[in-house]
């Protein structure tokens, strides 16, 4: 097989540039909804400021956008060139989806984009206002189809192996569309986005109005982002619930590792909230648990186990005999005797566990206990990383609905401008949402391991066959372009915030003379 | 519905369709790209052009990107052997891509003239960097691939990104700058009055000739400079995908020979020579529309020229003709091609009602005074 130098600088690289590329994707979600929402309010109450809203909120989007689709260009061709076996292995399936978000997204947000921009005095204000919602319903859509995608890579459900082309092919397109784990993980994700664009929009109108600059802009913006914020940040949390729900379904490994759960306790299971994961000796230091509430989390019910780490690995050691006898079997099909058919089909569910030897073991059918037991210890991922990222997602997501609990009610009482404390804190309280997704994303990845497609196809036989050379070249031009990028954006970004709306030229507001334009 | 021979053949056409949509609209984008800087002499000229694309190119893009979505989903496997084969290449235009984007986007955003002037140069390499190498990709496409596939139907890539640089792919690589420019060169003209217009028809007139000359020299080495490989033995067309299952010659009747055989194929090439002949003749003159059509033309013919001189083959491997890829043995799974297919029977013509609408909203001459009444929304 390849090296592990080969296999670990292809992950860094997936991760870096999917990560990188997440920075830009939740804004994109949220702002385009306030845009939407924000243009609603012009169009029913007539009132220019909230048009003013619309094309200075649309500017930040604007030069957000831009890198959003710079770097998703990445991650269709890196399928391709990084994971080129992932793309023959599962294209019947993964590739499917991405076409449909081609067809039914990418056009719809990006051949709107355009008119967004520059279609306003071209169009009827109705007319605008569509173009802005198909804007971001194309962003959402977009969304739902790459999670569906994800969704089936956690929890591969409606398709099948088939012996003669050597890959997996769709079964039931409707299992892979309403995987359960991919709608959890849809609404999840999105309303993230839309709590990414709250923040934003809070955080920025809260220091307009600390500046005590563009009182009337800031505020109006500060209301929707407060309201919208807190609506989003409900189904964050109450979908992350579920999510917890449906991986203790689904994914039970993931999820005894990211509450470090190395022992099968008796039910009701209770949750870690913090202390400090061994992995070696396979236990949690200094743990404060709270009895029950994990119990209720994965199981909705008070009487079902939790199963632990070291029960979930002997189930991992049977599967992968098993999976030996599967590839043992496919060899004989493959050869042409037909009558290993049946044991095949009896053990083919665990093929990718088979697999997992290739590691250790070309031949996988040789394999010994020593190489077994190594596997095993591979479907078991890295406790301490999931457990640590999990609660720091956790704790951003319950400081954000604080922070727009706080701003709806100030915002209803009408007094949120004289909240200073509340203000600050929105300002400061900007870069959260980004830490909770892409620390989110960390543990739907990483806690995904050792597999690409859970139970399926490992991720060390995933790869292209590529050199290290290759790789270096790329991830250098990646760091590259990446880092002077994001220097620009963030430059723009920071220039735009400081100029306000009077970026916009219409004479109303801070910095700008009466007399102009 | 369809049987699974069927299918093949309409995911073919499809992805043809695909191709040619992604030549057609990016291939102006492009080509406007690469003319900026030397149709534009100063900023307010270089806005006219940027702006003659500024509010489409978005969407023209998703067309390259349906294009890899849809040979993910229907050739898995070529998608997986080209795009890890050419790793350096594909990353090359990748990396050219991601001028594009910020180059629109965040080059009006401040005024200064530097600022301007580097994104403009970057804007050029966004436009001309991938015509360029994907001219070279479709020349290596007619030299077959040095690739082999294991018994899992792992690929491995057996040459190395210089080797792709041969003589013949170079001749493609620059026919692809000429083409996109052309095209380019006549969209420009269309929705341009004044000093643009005259200089874009300057180019038109400059490039016609290069571009048909550089057309002759590709296909006329192609004809007798270039062996093809035949197909000597296969399961049937609707057999499971698996490209092991055949015997393949490295040396059979030709290219030339394989349209005549076929000669109802003879059409595309004729198509896209005198398309782009005519596209030179009337865009010299006064024609706009015209001329730019007749170019679509010709860019379509000599898409599908390559698409017939290949059938059925999609990726020729050099070094072992039985690995190659072929529409018969590369495809996805029956009911996934036929899920597709429902799909695209269904957005197809929704993405393009929406994206003629958009065209027809945003239509018109751009010209200095236009852009300045704009001033702070547009590029």
């Not at chain 1, 957000?64 to 269709?76: D, Q, R, Y």
């Not at chain 1, 599962?90 to 590739?95: A, L």
């Not at chain 1, 037909?338 to 095949?344: E, H, T, V």
């Given at each position: 097989m390849f090296g592990e130098d080969i296999v670990m600088l292809s992950r860094m690289q997936f991760g870096l540039t999917a990560l990188y590329h997440f920075l830009f994707v939740p804004l994109t979600l949220g702002m385009t909804f306030i845009l939407g929402i924000m243009e609603s309010v012009y169009v029913m109450t007539g009132r220019e400021v909230y048009k003013d809203m619309v094309k200075f909120w649309g500017k930040l989007f604007g030069i957000?956008?831009?890198?959003?689709?710079?770097?998703?260009?990445?991650?269709?061709f890196q399928f391709g060139t990084n994971w080129a076996y992932y793309?023959?292995?599962?294209?019947?399936?993964?590739?499917?989806?991405l076409a449909s978000e081609g067809w039914m997204a990418f056009f719809l947000e990006s051949t709107f984009v355009g008119l967004f921009f520059f279609g306003w005095d071209r169009l009827s204000k109705v007319q605008h206002l569509l173009v802005t919602w198909l804007l971001a319903i194309g962003t959402s859509v977009s969304a739902l189809w790459i999670l569906i995608a994800n969704g089936w890579m956690q929890h591969p459900v409606g398709a099948e192996f088939n012996y003669e082309t050597l890959r997996m092919e769709m079964t039931s397109f409707a299992d892979v569309f309403f995987n359960p784990v991919a709608q959890v993980?849809?609404?999840h994700t999105v309303a993230a986005g839309y709590v990414t664009g709250s923040m934003f929009v809070l955080g920025i109108s809260s220091w307009y109005l600390l500046n005590k600059r563009d009182i009337g802009f800031a505020r109006r913006s500060f209301s929707i982002a407060s309201a919208f914020g807190l609506a989003s940040v409900l189904s964050v949390i109450v979908l992350g619930d579920e999510s917890g729900y449906t991986s203790g379904e689904t994914q039970k490994i993931k999820l005894a590792a990211i509450e470090s759960e190395w022992e099968t306790h008796p039910a009701p299971a209770s949750f870690t909230v913090i202390g400090f994961p061994d992995q070696e000796n396979r236990k949690t230091d200094y743990a404060v648990k709270i009895p029950y509430v994990l119990g209720l989390i994965a199981t909705r019910s008070i009487d079902e186990d939790v199963k632990g780490l070291k029960d979930l690995r002997e189930e991992s050691v049977e599967r992968i005999k098993s999976g030996m006898l599967a590839y043992d079997n496919l060899q004989k099909l493959r050869a042409g005797d037909?009558?290993?058919?049946?044991?095949?089909e009896a053990h083919k569910a665990d093929l990718g566990y088979g697999l997992l030897l290739k590691k250790y073991t070309d031949k996988v059918v040789d394999a010994n206990q020593d190489m077994i037991a190594k596997a095993a210890n591979d479907t078991i991922p890295k406790v301490a990383p999931l457990f640590w990222t999990f609660r720091i997602m956790v704790a951003c997501g319950f400081t954000m609905l604080f922070i727009f609990g706080m701003t709806f009610y100030y915002c209803a009482t009408r007094v949120a401008d004289q909240k200073r404390w509340l203000l600050r804190m929105a300002v400061w309280c900007i870069p959260l949402p980004w830490i909770a997704a892409e620390t989110g994303w960390f543990v739907a990845e990483v806690g995904r391991q050792p597999w690409t497609i859970s139970g399926v196809l490992p991720t060390h036989m995933s790869v292209s066959s590529l050199s290290a050379d290759q790789l270096w070249f790329s991830i250098g031009g990646f760091a590259l372009f990446y880092t002077v990028l994001l220097i620009i954006e963030m430059y723009l970004m920071l220039k735009y915030v400081r100029l306000g709306p009077s970026?916009?030229?219409?004479?109303?507001?801070?910095?700008e003379p009466r007399s102009a334009h | 519905m369809f049987d699974y021979e069927t299918i093949r053949v309409i995911w073919w056409l499809f992805i043809?369709?695909?191709?040619?949509?992604?030549?057609?609209?990016e291939g102006f984008d492009f080509g406007v790209g690469t003319l900026l800087p030397f149709v534009g002499r100063n900023d307010i000229e270089r806005r006219v052009i940027i702006n003659t694309v500024g509010a489409t190119w978005e969407g023209n893009q998703v067309w390259l990107i349906l294009l890899g979505g849809a040979i993910f989903a229907i050739w898995p496997a070529v998608y997986a052997t080209l795009f890890s084969g050419l790793y350096a290449a594909m990353l090359l235009v990748l990396f050219s891509l991601f001028f594009r984007p910020a180059g629109f986007d965040y080059r009006g955003k401040i005024e200064d003239p530097r600022w301007r002037n580097t994104w403009d140069w970057c804007l050029f390499l966004g436009g001309s960097l991938p015509p360029v190498l994907l001219g070279v990709l479709v020349g290596n496409l007619i030299l077959g691939l040095p690739f082999h596939l294991d018994q899992d139907l792992r690929a491995f890539y057996d040459g190395s990104f210089r080797a792709l640089l041969s003589p013949f792919a170079l001749l493609c690589g620059v026919t692809g700058l000429l083409l996109t420019t052309f095209h380019g060169a006549l969209f420009l003209k269309w929705r341009s009055e004044g000093v643009i217009h005259d200089r874009a028809v300057l180019a038109v007139e400059a490039l016609g000739p290069m571009l048909l000359l550089a057309l002759a020299a590709a296909t006329l080495w192609v004809f007798v400079g270039i062996e093809r490989p035949e197909i000597t033995q296969m399961a049937a067309n609707d057999a499971p995908s698996n490209p092991l299952n055949k015997t393949v010659i490295g040396n059979g009747a030709g290219w030339f020979g394989?349209?005549?055989?076929?000669?109802?194929?003879?059409?595309?090439?004729?198509?896209?020579?005198?398309?782009?002949?005519?596209?030179?003749?009337?865009?010299?003159?006064?024609?706009?529309?015209?001329?730019?059509?007749?170019?679509?033309?010709?860019?379509?013919?000599?898409?599908?020229t390559v698409g017939f001189g290949l059938f059925p083959f999609l990726l020729i491997s050099a070094t072992d003709p039985r690995s190659s890829l072929t529409l018969w043995d590369a495809s996805s799974s029956h009911s996934t091609m036929l899920l597709a297919f429902w799909i695209?029977?269904?957005?197809?013509p929704i993405v393009l009602l929406y994206t003629r609408w958009v065209y027809k909203i945003i239509w018109g001459s751009v010209t200095e005074a236009s852009v300045l009444k704009d001033t702070h929304t547009l590029y």
């Open positions: 957000n956008f831009a890198m959003g689709v710079t770097t998703g260009l990445t991650l269709e793309s023959h292995y599962v294209g019947d399936i993964f590739g499917p989806l993980k849809f609404v037909l009558s290993a058919k049946p044991a095949f970026s916009l030229h219409t004479g109303r507001y801070c910095f | 043809g369709v695909v191709g040619i949509a992604f030549a057609l609209t394989h349209f005549m055989a076929h000669a109802w194929m003879w059409l595309a090439p004729v198509a896209g020579f005198a398309g782009l002949a005519l596209a030179w003749w009337l865009g010299k003159g006064e024609s706009r529309m015209g001329a730019f059509m007749f170019s679509s033309l010709g860019i379509a013919g000599i898409a599908l695209t029977v269904v957005f197809l």
